[in-house]
């Protein structure tokens, strides 16, 4: 129990000192039983630290193989404080020199600075006998100057602080006599000065005080009863002052560790001896046990070398008559391999982003064993599968680096398992499993499911129907991996791509923002842009090619003859036309495509049924059999021009053909036209008769020149009418073979007949490859119609009025 005035004695053992080592180790001495958070020192400051990167740097206390942490360090200072209660009697028992091993851990970079705490011994320990009562039987026969061993007084504490001095209450038998061992302690002898006398006084009572050199001075007495009794002047001899052994750690209990003997010279009783521990630690006789007759030392608990590692014992050895003499048992323990590595995980460093380079430290490993020699020899391993790898750094202190890039679309997380193995026979091991995340980063574009997307498009749609949809992936995580879509700004024919598309961000689906028409726009490309979510955002784009697909939503159109307004075409046919003679040609387009535009020509009412035929895709009217003179000079067909579709359109048109050879044959045509033109017959006429003295001689001139064209072109009746030719067709229709369409091989003139200006005769040439083109024939046709060009109303009008 530690007195109040000891006060005075820890302001002087305060004064701490610290010492540098080659390796940057520190050592501090300081008393025991201070006070929790006492000042030890300040290891930054004796360390050249900084104190403001303590914190970041992860300062810490570490133990070597101790259970408790007696220090700790305040980052906000750098001073070394009291952990918990020091007591240097219960860490070192008497041992002379008490050291505790700590270490001071620093990251980034990894630093180990070992710290050696020496506790000084404060005198906070009184001197105590093992009994309160020795009890002597001294035979009366015993001489002057004999002296008798007292039991020595047991001090905790050790040098100076341990038993110094004893001290006799004042007697008239005895003195006290102080001696050393070969251990160095101090006991007590009392030598009697005075033969004693059973008859005067048969017992003594002696009070003996043990004095220990602390300041202040602690003291123990013990209470000695003296017995006279006859002679017994031999006390037991020990065999051996000092008996050395050594025992296993983990000895099964009963296990026998020696055996030690005294002998008595005596005879009887006063020589019959027994043995009893004398001043050994409550903690040791809980671990060994001693046969009071025998001598028998055997073990009575567990051992453990990392516990302790040497007992010592004191044994007294007593005759039946109480005298007594002391032996001491040196134990030494040897330490067997039974402490498996221990892995500890200091700093560990989790996720670890997938861009982190290789060598990248990512933990921190300590192993450690209890064992001594060999068996604490630890050497650790990692599992070669993983891009992890041990470095070892200072002391038994691992760093786990990376080896390898890591790639958390390929391998997300890793458990690691470490394997630390000892040295001892047989070896120990000890496995540890780590779990690291990988954490993502933004390292890959989305990237579309196609190469290029084809959308196909029916014309006459509908704005806001979805005509395909894009799909990009990103094996990125969380938003680095969240893809939006958007079209990249570009024109088509002149316009912004949003004018005709429209993509939603989430989906990738494309919608139309209008109707689209073939015949105006039959394809175009759009870039599709997508994009992550990550910081920077990453992006890829594709094209997308959208074709409109044709609707049959144009009828035919029909070129020639030309159904518009109220005037009817005529052609002129020889009556010595044959079988098979081409006659006329019916020519239509369609603004459609495919199958759409694919024509049929069908005569679906005629004048003479059998006479005539038509081609079903080339519009050629031709005879189907000779001319006879039975036949009407006036035939009439209607044609209907139809096309492919789904479903089919189509479109009619009048013909009229006249059988005749010369225009003196040619009956008043005015029988032909529609029944609507009827009420411009009479203005026609009265048109005539008033022209006709007026334009006679003019006549007469056409049809001279007439006749020089029939020698020209026997088949015709006139020739330098107006060709029709290939320019007059739309731009925009294509030229199908056989599609019902002008076919390339054909070229044909139209001529004007007698008629008024409502009737339109035209007669068809069929010319093949080897004739003159379009071109040519344009030209020829339009030097005739240079010719004719100031006289063609005049025509008209004596038409009229010769049929008249």
């Not at 005294?262 to 020589?271: K, L, R």
């Not at 001892?424 to 496995?431: A, I, M, Q």
């Amino acid at each position: 129990m530690m007195h109040k005035g000891l006060s005075v004695h820890w302001l002087f053992l305060s004064v701490l000192f610290w010492a540098h080592t080659a390796n940057g180790d520190v050592s501090y001495s300081f008393p025991e039983e201070m006070k929790r958070g006492s000042v030890i020192g300040n290891i930054a400051k004796d360390l050249g630290f900084d104190v403001s990167r303590l914190s970041s740097r992860k300062a810490r206390i570490d133990t070597e193989g101790n259970r408790k942490r007696f220090c700790d360090i305040n980052l906000n200072t750098g001073e070394l404080t009291v952990a918990e209660r020091i007591d240097r009697e219960g860490l070192c028992g008497k041992k002379s020199s008490c050291v505790i091993k700590q270490e001071l851990v620093l990251e980034n970079p990894l630093e180990l600075h070992s710290i050696t705490l020496r506790v000084q011994d404060v005198n906070d320990n009184s001197p105590h006998f093992g009994k309160g009562v020795i009890n002597l039987e001294i035979s009366e026969s015993a001489d002057k100057g004999k002296r008798f061993l007292l039991e020595e007084a047991n001090d905790a504490d050790i040098e100076q602080n341990s038993v110094q001095s004893y001290s006799i209450q004042n007697n008239e038998y005895f003195v006290l006599s102080v001696q050393s061992n070969s251990l160095g302690e101090k006991y007590a002898e009392i030598i009697l000065n005075k033969e004693l006398d059973r008859e005067q006084q048969h017992e003594v009572r002696l009070i003996v005080t043990a004095v220990d050199g602390g300041t202040p001075p602690r003291s123990g007495t013990v209470a000695i009863h003296v017995t006279v009794l006859d002679a017994n002047d031999n006390a037991p001899v020990f065999s051996q002052a000092v008996y050395k052994v050594s025992v296993p750690e983990n000895s099964p209990v009963d296990t026998v560790v020696v055996t030690v003997s005294a002998t008595d010279a005596d005879e009887g009783q006063n020589g019959e001896v027994t043995y009893e521990f004398g001043h050994v630690m409550e903690d040791y006789k809980h671990l060994f046990s001693l046969d009071r007759k025998t001598g028998v030392i055997s073990v009575k608990g567990p051992i453990d070398f990392e516990e302790e590692t040497t007992f010592s014992l004191r044994i007294i050895a007593k005759d039946g008559a109480g005298l007594t003499s002391y032996s001491n048992v040196i134990i030494n323990v040897s330490d067997i391999n039974d402490n498996t590595p221990i892995i500890i995980v200091k700093s560990l460093n989790s996720p670890i982003p997938e861009n982190a380079s290789p060598g990248t430290e990512v933990g921190i490993i300590n192993v450690q064993d209890r064992d001594s020699e060999n068996n604490g020899q630890v050497r650790c391993s990692i599992q070669q599968n993983a891009p992890f790898k041990l470095v070892p750094s200072i002391k038994n202190y691992y760093s786990l680096v990376t080896t390898g890039e890591l790639d958390r679309e390929l391998v997300s997380d890793y458990n690691i398992t470490i394997t630390a193995t000892d040295e001892g026979s047989p070896p120990l091991s000890s496995t540890k499993n780590i779990h690291f995340t990988v954490a993502d980063v933004n390292d890959n574009p989305p990237v579309f499911e196609e190469q290029n997307y084809r959308a196909n498009v029916q014309e006459n749609n509908k704005p806001g129907s979805s005509i395909c949809s894009v799909s990009a992936t990103d094996p990125d995580w969380r938003q680095n991996g969240t893809v939006v879509y958007s079209l990249l700004p570009s024109d088509v024919n002149g316009a912004s791509v949003s004018s005709f598309l429209s993509i939603n961000g989430d989906t990738g689906v494309l919608h139309a923002v209008r109707s689209f028409d073939y015949e105006q726009l039959r394809s175009f490309k759009v870039l599709v842009l997508a994009r992550d979510n990550g910081s920077p955002p990453l992006s890829s784009n594709v094209t997308v090619s959208v074709f409109i697909t044709d609707e049959n939503d144009n009828s035919p159109q029909i070129l020639y003859p030309s159904p518009e307004g109220n005037s009817f075409m005529t052609e002129m046919v020889p009556k010595a036309a044959q079988a098979g003679s081409l006659v006329s040609k019916v020519i239509a387009v369609d603004a459609d495509s495919g199958q759409n535009a694919w024509l049929s020509y069908h005569i679906i009412k005629a004048t003479d049924p059998g006479l005539f035929t038509i081609g079903v895709h080339s519009g050629e009217i031709r005879t189907q059999r000779d001319i006879s003179e039975s036949d009407s000079m006036k035939q009439n067909l209607i044609v209907s021009v139809r096309d492919n579709g789904q479903s089919s359109l189509s479109a009619t048109c009048a013909l009229y053909l006249l059988i005749s050879d010369n225009l003196a044959e040619v009956p008043e045509l005015k029988d032909m036209s529609h029944d609507e033109s009827s009420s411009k017959l009479t203005f026609y006429l009265i048109i005539a008769l008033v022209s006709v003295s007026t334009f006679f001689l003019t006549f007469i001139i056409i049809i001279l020149a007439v006749r020089f064209c029939r020698r020209r072109k026997p088949r015709l009746m006139f020739d330098g009418a107006v060709a029709i030719p290939s320019a007059y067709l739309p731009p925009n229709y294509a030229d199908v073979e056989g599609a019902g369409t002008l076919r390339s091989t054909y070229n044909y003139d139209a001529y004007l007949t007698t008629g008024s200006r409502t009737s339109d005769f035209k007669f068809i040439r069929s010319y093949n490859e080897g004739t003159l083109t379009s071109d040519l024939t344009l030209k020829k046709t339009q030097s005739v119609e240079n010719i004719l060009g100031g006289l063609g109303n005049e025509v008209e009008h004596i038409s009229q009025v010769c049929h008249f």
